[in-house]
């Protein structure tokens, strides 16, 4: 193999089991970064990762200035950074003290964000946290978020669980506004759930207690009502309640009480006009079902691209009005056979569909993309297929990410495929990359079952690796390591970033604890290079796997190696954490006085305070370990 230019593993960082011993230099930015991942380690302030270089680089710190506000945090949320907003939330958030307003203001926004981005663990840790002071009030204003949210993300009877012990501690004669906000959730959750018998009772119920209601009320009971087939009651509730949210439920009721369908979807288009924002999935919800009805074919397709055209549709939505992806095939079809039939086209004339989808694609994109999904079906010429599935996946995605969760629902809910394998491989390898863009391991995994061929014109060791880490990652550890083993023989074609990236692979192999497979491939490596700095890195590694096996020897004597390989007195900042590293390991092994040896030269080239500190008390520690292990009954 050649050797490889190497200018050190940009993100080789590999935990062995305690502390690193160089401080980082970080910036504040850094920082926020750091605090606003949860799974970060808190580490002393001397010590630093170790970095996966013979020189490291130190950038000098950037300042970074922070507006006061709230509207910061809230825009770092919709940028969909949550960490980071929570992280720039705990410094604006002043201490709890007498005053509890201003610590209040800035909680509430903290949980709504919680509860939005559903970080539970988060959320229960800071309710059970909750400072002196905070009233009962506030704790049940959380529980009720937590419900609320719950049942908007597809988990009612959770939802459902925590208001109902809501209600139960709620002190009698006290204010009944929360209390039938409650009532109204309850609701929300039995038509969630599929109940609509339970709905509608509790719904009476509520009626008996507090009257007709609000708009809010007057809405929910409606949609009780067209759930259980009472469209003409529903309408009567409706009428007069002029708003963007009661309108398509208005018009389902007309549409359900007879009223003509054609007219139906001129009322909802002409609301589409005056909304300015998305008009919601309730809304291109009846706006399907209206011109299914009246037969308008292109109304129909737009309506249900814009329905699925966003991560989940709430439960309530579906069960009032049920369509699924198959119905968009349907509607794909449908209007691309009547399109043919206008301009009187030929089944299995492929290049006369083609123009027509084309002459389309900016004026009526849903039209191209009906004939384009026609063709992908229905094509005579089965070597074609796969361009017309590309075709439909590139328009859909022109939408960007509502495309997204377009194709993911024609491809990944429709029963066109029921199995992985059976869609199309180039539409597969558009929704891996999705998957791992959400950190869906497992639907990658799937879809990338059978695929051992890169894609045309994609880098082939990156395609690997990216195999390789997926099925590391979702526990097929044995197909991962195959691969990492198989790419070995290509490594003479890597360059430098190839060659860190395949290291990385190497990492995941510790990560999943594989460290004798690990340790094999970095060995290879290490006995193919000539470069005495890849060497040096590659020992530390080597190490890094012996010390997670305990096998405290082995481990000392790599890191001593990775210390002294380029100069047996070196005792620059790699050589010195390798030094450090290497003590450590032998006091593992109770080789106790080379452990010292090597604390007391670190301790002679320590030019910080807290270096000296940590390598004070590291001997004082070795002291106290040495005398019972000599205080230890001897064995037999």
Request: glycine letters at 6%; aromatic letters at 8%.
């Amino acid at each position: 193999m050649r050797p490889v230019q190497h200018s050190g593993i940009k993100n080789g960082y590999r935990p062995s089991g305690g502390i690193r011993f160089f401080s980082l230099l970080a910036s504040p930015l850094l920082l926020l970064v750091l605090a606003a991942t949860p799974q970060a380690e808190t580490l002393p302030a001397d010590a630093t990762p170790p970095v996966a270089t013979a020189t490291p680089v130190v950038s000098p710190p950037v300042e970074v200035v922070v507006p006061d506000g709230a509207k910061l945090v809230r825009r770092l949320v919709r940028a969909q950074t949550p960490h980071l907003a929570l992280a720039m939330l705990d410094q604006k958030q002043p201490k709890p003290g007498g005053d509890l307003t201003d610590w209040l203001y800035w909680e509430r926004l903290r949980i709504t964000i919680l509860t939005e981005n559903g970080l539970w663990e988060r959320f229960d840790a800071r309710l059970a946290s909750l400072p002196k002071g905070v009233d009962e009030g506030f704790r049940r204003w959380a529980v009720s978020m937590r419900a609320r949210a719950l049942i908007d993300q597809g988990e009612p009877l959770r939802g459902r669980e925590l208001l109902l012990g809501l209600m139960w501690e709620h002190p009698q004669g006290s204010d009944d506004t929360q209390l039938a906000e409650w009532r109204q959730l309850v609701i929300q959750a039995y038509l969630s759930e599929g109940r609509e018998a339970d709905a509608y009772a509790a719904m009476l119920r509520y009626r008996q207690d507090y009257g007709r209601g609000d708009a809010d009320a007057v809405t929910l009971f409606a949609q009780v009502l067209l759930n259980n087939d009472r469209a003409s009651e529903a309408e009567v509730e409706l009428k007069g309640l002029d708003n963007p949210q009661t309108m398509p439920l208005y018009w389902l009721a007309r549409l359900r009480n007879g009223s003509d369908a054609k007219g139906v979807v001129k009322q909802l288009l002409r609301l589409r006009g005056k909304a300015e924002d998305d008009p919601g999935a309730l809304y291109y919800a009846v706006l399907a079902e209206a011109a299914g009805s009246a037969g308008d074919l292109q109304a129909r397709t737009e309506a249900l691209e814009g329905l699925f055209a966003r991560k989940r549709v709430d439960a309530r939505v579906s069960r009032l009005v049920p369509l699924d992806s198959e119905q968009l095939w349907q509607a794909y079809l449908d209007l691309a056979r009547d399109l043919g039939n206008r301009k009187r086209l030929l089944v299995g004339r492929d290049a006369d569909w083609v123009k027509l989808a084309e002459r389309h694609e900016k004026g009526e994109p849903t039209a191209a993309r009906a004939i384009y999904a026609f063709l992908s079906l229905y094509s005579y010429d089965d070597s074609a297929r796969a361009d017309y599935h590309r075709s439909l996946a590139r328009l859909l995605l022109n939408d960007n990410e509502q495309g997204r969760w377009l194709v993911e629902r024609l491809y990944l809910t429709s029963p066109r495929f029921i199995e992985v394998v059976a869609i199309p491989e180039v539409v597969r390898r558009v929704l891996v990359d999705f998957a791992l863009a959400t950190a869906d391991l497992d639907l990658a995994a799937r879809l990338l079952k059978g695929f051992d061929a890169p894609p045309a014109g994609a880098d082939a060791i990156s395609w690997e690796l990216r195999r390789a880490k997926v099925f590391l990652l979702t526990g097929e550890h044995e197909q991962g390591e195959k691969i990492l083993r198989g790419m070995l023989d290509k490594l003479g074609g890597m360059d430098t970033q190839q060659f860190d990236r395949y290291v990385q692979g190497l990492f995941d192999l510790q990560t999943v604890e594989h460290y004798d497979a690990a340790y094999e491939l970095f060995l290879v490596l290490y006995e193919r290079v000539q470069d005495l700095q890849i060497k040096r890195e590659l020992l530390f590694w080597m190490a890094d796997s012996r010390f997670a096996q305990a096998r405290w020897l082995e481990a000392g004597y790599l890191y001593l190696q990775s210390a002294i390989i380029l100069d047996k007195a070196s005792m620059d900042p790699w050589a010195q954490t390798a030094r450090y590293q290497a003590a450590k390991a032998l006091v593992k092994a109770e080789m106790f006085q080379d452990a010292e040896n090597l604390y007391r030269q670190l301790l002679k080239v320590a030019d910080q305070a807290e270096r000296k500190a940590q390598l004070l008390r590291d001997l004082e520690q070795l002291k106290l370990l040495r005398s019972a292990a000599a205080n230890r009954p001897a064995k037999g």
